[in-house]
């Protein structure tokens, strides 16, 4: 897939949506947005293969290093952020769910790849994080959310939707690569998860256009300053993480940058299961998306030049 696409695609949808947001917002009231979440997780599962993956206790002990990070620490570092920096409600819950939510889907494999790290197991923490990330969920983002004062957030109804529009599609399309057996590189598989990710931005933001357009340069500016901090302090724990851990190079990049990054597919589903407006906190997620793309391409970058 071309490097473009996705953010290319995403300052398009921003555009159309934000001067014609009529067809948007139609296709938002028809109530399309999870089934663009069911899409992109049924065509990762298939896209995903877990052979050869090579177990061990130091792989154990990474997974564990990995799930404390990005799943059960990330939540309330998103929590202080926000309180600390005193984010209106709407950037808040942006914030939040996006701390709340596990590793990208493809990204972090991506960096960890370039940075000369493992990528198998990057592939297998990827996995790992998103199925866990179901059920921590709806169980952390109410706690999270209380104590910033955004909304109220029952968990059960939140994992039941999750579990229909993120872990059965996954299983799905993993079974289905199986029955299938055809090539996940094929044009239309690999850029219809980047396609629905774009649709579902159009849609959520053409509903929440009037909202938008409240946004001022210093919410934004703070916005971008609270992302930075997020994705810096979950950095740094990886990075301060390497002698707990006590495992090779290749592993611990692999930790790196998929305890590090999180996943815009799950944050907008999250979002979107909230049934309420959510343009400004979708513009928290996609900013976040955006910075730490750059970042971890940058820090890539300089891992791959210190390989001897």
């Known amino acids: 897939m071309h490097p473009l696409f996705l953010p290319g695609g995403l300052l398009l949808a921003f555009a159309v949506s934000w001067l014609f947001p009529a067809p948007g917002l139609i296709l938002q009231q028809a109530g399309l947005i999870p089934w663009m979440v069911v899409v992109i997780f049924l065509v990762n599962g298939y ?47 942006g914030l939040v769910v996006t701390a709340t939510v596990p590793s ?39 706690l999270v959310l209380d104590n910033v004062g955004s909304i109220e957030l029952s968990p059960w109804p939140l994992l039941e939707k999750l579990v229909l529009i993120v872990l059965i599609p996954f299983l799905l399309g993993m079974l289905g690569r199986r029955i299938i057996q055809r090539s996940p590189r094929h044009w239309l598989i690999r850029y219809l998860p980047s396609a629905c990710v774009i649709a579902t931005v159009w849609m959520s933001v053409s509903a929440s ?23 810096g302090a979950l950095l740094t724990l990886c990075l301060a993480s390497r002698r707990l851990v006590n495992t090779d190079r290749g592993e611990w990049i692999a930790l790196l940058f998929t305890a590090s990054q999180k996943t815009l597919p799950v944050a907008v589903g999250v979002l979107a299961a909230l049934n309420q407006p959510i343009g400004v906190a979708l513009v928290v997620c996609i900013l976040f998306h955006f910075l730490q793309l750059f970042v971890d391409s940058m820090l890539a970058s300089r891992f791959s030049r210190a390989i001897p």
């Open 209 to 231: 256009s009037q909202t938008l357009q409240t946004i001022s340069p210093g919410l934004l500016l703070l916005i971008l300053a609270a992302s930075l901090l997020l994705h």
């Open 104 to 142: 990208t889907l493809s990204s972090g494999i991506v960096m960890t790849q370039l940075a000369g790290g493992d990528g198998v197991k990057a592939l297998f923490l990827t996995i790992l994080l998103n199925l866990l990330g179901v059920f921590t969920i709806p169980f952390l983002l109410p």
């Open 47 to 93: 896209q995903t293969l877990i052979g050869g993956i090579p177990f061990s206790s130091a792989l154990l002990r990474t997974a564990l290093g990995a799930i404390l990070i990005s799943l059960l620490v990330s939540p309330f570092l998103g929590q202080a952020i926000a309180l600390l920096l005193a984010l209106p409600a709407g950037a808040a819950l």
